[in-house]
């Protein structure tokens, strides 16, 4: 399984970014997803999760209401919609595929099996 992250870049505090994570090799319907934030000097963390059908989302109280995260099984992606952006949550943010039940959104980074290779979201002031 490969995971391809993209979509981060710059943006002013309150603007939005949407990254998306491309998901190639076995059968996508089969993973949780999630996404996961390293800020300099900081330890990975994680952002929101999406369990394998799609109905049942849960993110870090840091990103609730602001951040949305949706897959789309037919395009085997998974995106991360990022509104009311703030300069700390400038970090690499990666998309993550996880094992699990249909209606289970895994949580910690030992969860996940695959990673991607990150995408830089900075939040200027």
């Known amino acids: 399984v490969q995971l391809q992250a993209s979509g981060g870049g710059l943006v002013q505090a309150g603007g939005s970014l949407r990254l998306s994570c491309a998901v190639s090799?076995?059968?996508?319907?089969?993973?949780?997803m999630g996404w996961f934030r390293q800020a300099p000097g900081k330890e990975r963390e994680f952002v929101a999760s999406?369990?394998?059908?799609?109905?049942?989302?849960y993110y870090a109280d840091s990103v609730k209401g602001r951040f949305t995260i949706s897959r789309d099984n037919a395009k085997n992606t998974v995106h991360l919609q990022m509104n009311s952006l703030k300069p700390e949550d400038t970090a690499v943010y990666y998309c993550?595929?996880?094992?699990?039940?249909?209606?289970?959104?895994?949580?910690?980074?030992?969860?996940?099996?695959?990673w991607g290779q990150g995408t830089q979201v900075t939040v200027s002031s």
């Open positions: 999406v369990s394998r059908s799609g109905d049942i989302t």
């Open positions: 993550a595929a996880g094992s699990g039940g249909p209606y289970y959104t895994p949580r910690l980074s030992r969860e996940y099996v695959y």
């Open positions: 090799g076995r059968a996508f319907g089969n993973y949780a």
